[in-house]
């Protein structure tokens, strides 16, 4: 089969598109064929050995030390289950499935746990527009929902609210009662007002601190801010969730609790659950959660998938489409 591999950690030019092994699946496993994916960030993190904050140490001990432990990166798929093993009872062969296999999604088929973060595909959406929300959106949930447990009627304020994350924080921060601001670039504010937002602010044409200080929680998925400038736009008990944070962050937590101060900063890692995967499944059916595509290129040219991303400036979710009935021209 078809699979996007890398060999060594570096720029765009170590994706190579090969052909390996289908992979095998044990009796409790699904071999799904993959319609569409996407390039995350994380994934562009994992190829270039890119991590933040001087997190690189931990992160090449999880990811490889001198090469890449997972040859095929990808994370969020939907396509169809081909097969299934012989204990596996929630699907069947021909079933429409979404959702997060960690790595592997930047190939023909992917091998992954009946009990994994998967869900069945809302019939609504396309394959590439159910390939785009596992990431953004159970991240999203998860910290809106559980780490920041977000009540109806609290100010939020969403960094970088036209990215992979945060378009989709915008939609759940609304749909969970949230008086929503977003940050974002002039040619994103629309789409911010159109995903929910009470108030769009343009980074490139006013200053952040002069939008007020009353807000209970600054979530920033682009790693923008530090907590010593969000603290300056939290109410007196506020939460500062950074997605990205490096080793002075985890510092200014440990300050934090030694001290009691009543604004925090959370640090967090956003896990897989399949009941995730099912809750954003029947907010997109029922119309509370809407896919953004930045772009999309077929498997082939992946490369410009990643260069894309590496950018910083996408618009939602970069999608690979794997499978011709799904496949849409190169993105200019």
Same mark, same amino acid.
């Given at each position: 089969m078809r699979a996007a591999t890398h060999d060594r950690f570096g720029g765009s030019d170590v994706v190579t598109i090969a052909e390996i092994d289908e992979p095998a699946i044990a009796d409790n496993q699904l071999l799904v064929a993959v319609h569409a994916s996407s390039v995350t960030t994380a994934d562009w993190r994992l190829r270039a050995s890119a991590f933040p904050g001087g997190m690189w140490l931990a992160g090449r001990l999880?990811?490889?030390?001198?090469?890449?432990?997972?040859?095929?990166l990808g994370m969020e798929f939907s396509g169809v289950v081909?097969?299934?093993?012989?204990?596996?009872?929630?699907?069947?062969?021909?079933?429409?499935?979404?959702?997060?296999? @960690?790595? $592997?999604? *930047? =190939?023909?088929?992917? +091998?992954?746990?009946?009990?994994?973060?998967l869900a069945a595909k809302p019939p609504a959406l396309s394959h590439a527009e159910a390939a785009s929300l596992p990431f953004g959106a159970v991240t999203a949930l998860v910290f809106l929902r559980d780490f920041a447990r977000l009540k109806s009627g609290e100010r939020i304020l969403i960094i970088g609210?036209?990215? @992979?994350? $945060?378009? *989709? =924080?915008?939609?759940? +921060?609304?749909?969970?009662?949230?008086?929503?601001?977003?940050?974002?670039?002039?040619?994103?504010?629309?789409?911010?007002?159109?995903?929910?937002a009470d108030r769009v602010v343009d980074y490139r044409k006013e200053d952040l601190n002069e939008i007020g200080?009353?807000?209970?929680?600054?979530?920033?998925?682009?790693g923008i801010v530090r907590f010593a400038r969000a603290r300056r736009l939290l109410n007196a008990d506020g939460l500062f969730l950074p997605l990205e944070f490096g080793i002075g962050d985890v510092l200014t937590a440990i300050r934090c609790a030694i001290t009691r101060s009543r604004q925090r900063i959370g640090?967090?890692?956003?896990?897989?659950?399949?009941?995730?995967i099912e809750a954003i499944?029947?907010?997109?059916?029922?119309?509370?959660?809407?896919?953004?595509?930045d772009s999309r290129y077929p498997l082939a040219e992946i490369r410009k998938?990643?260069?894309?991303?590496?950018?910083?400036?996408?618009?939602?979710?970069?999608?690979?489409?794997?499978?011709?009935?799904?496949?849409?021209?190169?993105a200019a």
């Open positions: 999880m990811t490889g030390l001198f090469r890449p432990r997972n040859r095929v081909a097969r299934t093993g012989s204990k596996v009872t929630r699907f069947a062969t021909g079933d429409a499935v979404f959702g997060n296999a @960690g790595s $592997g999604a *930047h =190939a023909d088929y992917l +091998a992954i746990d009946e009990d994994g973060a609210a036209s990215g @992979g994350v $945060g378009v *989709h =924080a915008v939609q759940i +921060a609304r749909h969970m009662g949230a008086h929503v601001t977003g940050v974002t670039s002039t040619d994103n504010v629309k789409l911010v007002a159109d995903l929910g200080g009353n807000f209970d929680l600054v979530f920033d998925t682009a640090l967090h890692v956003s896990g897989d659950a399949q009941s995730d499944a029947d907010m997109a059916a029922a119309g509370a959660l809407k896919p953004v595509i998938a990643h260069e894309r991303v590496e950018t910083r400036h996408k618009r939602g979710s970069v999608i690979v489409n794997v499978r011709p009935d799904d496949e849409a021209p190169p």
